[in-house]
């Protein structure tokens, strides 16, 4: 698990456990699924449509063998039945300001009782900004319902009527691998389901998201140039594992997550100029966009001119000899900032 994520849920469970500390607790719990939403954020604002429906642990043991469209359904499904329908008695956001129209999904329930090519149908059938839009919600529903609680609430169980008004919502499937639910979250008290649906499930699925977003970005990498258009290279990016590279659908690299439409400024301007990089521009040594933009940062053009110089291949070769001598993340951890610094290293490195 998550070092950080797995840290603050533990702190949150020590601190709700007693009233002195139970709103610190709440709060820590806030602060937790924040940071876990801010997961599910970067990778709806970054990763193409066709990367929701994939399943590339297909027939794996797992929370990580689904999609990401499924386990974001699944997540908020889940935490709107518990917060709304259990815990509140009230309506479910999904019923509340067209959530399910706007999610386009064809059914109500968990989705516990989907399997295999069931899951990457329903998963090509939702809207995924739509189905962000109901988890962010969701999520907000039951950041209130939380900041409402007092300690004395955690004790409260459920009742044979509680489970009679699930099973009426017809919003848990009467499929063997769904009915469960309901007797799970009826043989908890509220503080029960704070430390599962609330928390811990988010943990276990978004960790399995974050799996499952790593293995489509190196498969989007395979047999792809891994030349980045700015002068890194993709195969020596301490990235790699989780960017696709900008040559691919699955840019994750930092200045692409946070560009207009997901995309790097350099990556926009090559393709724009019909460029295989920068190395191929006359404008490459007073350039500022993108990676270029801090003037006393230039590690990345440094490689760059290198390739105008020498090629891509030589980069490549220059860079496994780096990486066998040092020890090394960030290729400015040898270059340095100065540009003509920089240049001298890789030179001297061929
Ligand atoms: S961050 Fe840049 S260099 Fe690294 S893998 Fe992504 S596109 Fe390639
Ligand atoms: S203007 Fe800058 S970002 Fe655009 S191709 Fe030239 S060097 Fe690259």
Redesign the pocket.
């Known amino acids: 698990m998550n070092k950080d994520w797995s840290e603050k849920n533990r702190k949150m469970q020590s601190l709700i456990g007693k009233g002195a500390s139970f709103r610190e607790g709440i709060d820590v719990l806030i602060d937790l699924r924040s940071d876990l939403f801010g997961q599910i954020t970067s990778i709806v604002n970054t990763y193409p449509a066709e990367a929701f429906s994939q399943m590339p642990f297909a027939g794996s043991e797992g929370y990580h063998s689904k999609t990401l469209a499924y386990s974001m359904w699944h997540i908020f499904r889940i935490e709107d039945i518990v917060a709304q329908t259990l815990i509140r008695q009230d309506c479910q956001v999904l019923f509340s300001d067209g959530w399910l129209e706007k999610t386009k999904s064809p059914i109500i329930t968990t989705g516990n009782e989907l399997q295999g090519e069931k899951i990457a149908s329903f998963s090509e059938r939702l809207d995924i900004k739509g189905l962000f839009g109901y988890c962010k919600a969701v999520m907000e529903a039951t950041n209130t319902l939380l900041g409402g609680l007092e300690y004395r609430d955690l004790k409260r169980k459920f009742t044979d009527a509680d489970k009679v008004r699930l099973i009426d919502s017809k919003c848990v499937s009467e499929d063997e691998n769904a009915f469960w639910l309901i007797d799970y979250w009826c043989g908890k008290d509220v503080q029960g389901l704070i430390r599962m649906p609330f928390s811990r499930h988010w943990i276990m699925h978004i960790e399995a998201m974050c799996r499952i977003k790593n293995k489509l970005c190196r498969m989007a990498?395979k047999g792809v140039d891994?030349a980045?258009y700015?002068g890194?290279?993709?195969d020596h990016?301490?990235?790699?594992d989780w960017?696709?590279?900008?040559?691919t659908a699955y840019?994750?690299?930092?200045y692409?997550t946070c560009s207009p439409g997901g995309v790097?400024p350099n990556?926009v301007c090559c393709k724009g100029k019909g460029l295989d990089g920068c190395w191929e521009c006359a404008f490459l040594p007073g350039c500022r966009k993108g990676f270029y933009e801090t003037p006393d940062v230039n590690a990345v053009k440094a490689m760059a001119l290198f390739i105008r110089k020498h090629g891509k291949k030589e980069l490549a070769a220059v860079l496994d000899r780096l990486h066998r001598q040092y020890d090394f993340q960030k290729i400015q951890e040898i270059l340095g900032e100065d540009l003509a610094e920089g240049l001298r290293i890789l030179e001297e490195s061929r």
């Not at 990016?237 to 790699?240: A, D, E, S």
């Not at 960017?243 to 040559?247: I, N, T, Y």
């Open positions: 990498r891994p980045a700015c890194l290279s993709c990016c301490f990235l790699k960017c696709g590279g900008c040559r840019n994750t690299c930092s692409a790097c990556a």
